[in-house]
């Protein structure tokens, strides 16, 4: 530890402020969005037949992880460690968790990519002109329906 580092660690050890409310209401507001996260992650197959619901609550559940994690940084930058340069503390103490975050973003992007290309080739083929005017291949699925 260097002379500067460990003066700036005595200097704010010895100030007496009180973190804890504003670290209580964010942890608060963390826990809220892991539950909605994992409420939504529970019930998303409920949503499955319909398609805007199901959109939306990926869309949902992504902005609940993205803020939860910009909170969880935000919330190390308050910790003693972290203030006196020894970030390295922080992250080896916290490996296990800022891996499985960077594991279960990289999980969610890797399964959003096939739905993507599904919604996308849904989209392309809805402008295909037969499903907007009488055609032989509608009239020919039509007796087949009968």
């Not at 998303?44 to 609550?57: A, E, G, P």
């Not at 970030?87 to 499985?100: N, P, Q, W, Y």
């Not at 037969?130 to 087949?144: A, T």
């Amino acid at each position: 530890m260097s002379k500067q580092q460990r003066e700036l660690f005595s200097a704010s050890a010895n100030k007496s402020t009180n973190h804890s409310a504003p670290l209580l209401r964010m942890a608060m507001i963390q826990f809220f969005l892991m539950v909605t996260d994992l409420a939504i992650t529970i019930f998303v197959d409920d949503l499955r037949h319909v398609r805007v619901n199901f959109i939306s609550v990926y869309l949902v559940q992504y902005v609940l992880l993205a803020t939860n994690t910009i909170l969880l940084f935000i919330r190390f930058t308050h910790t003693f460690p972290f203030r006196a340069g020894m970030v390295s503390i922080m992250t080896k103490e916290f490996e296990g968790h800022l891996v499985a975050i960077l594991v279960y973003h990289v999980a969610f992007f890797a399964s959003a990519i096939p739905q993507y290309y599904a919604f996308k080739t849904a989209i392309i083929r809805l402008c295909e002109s037969k499903y907007y005017k009488d055609s032989p291949w509608l009239r020919h699925k039509m007796r087949g329906a009968a």
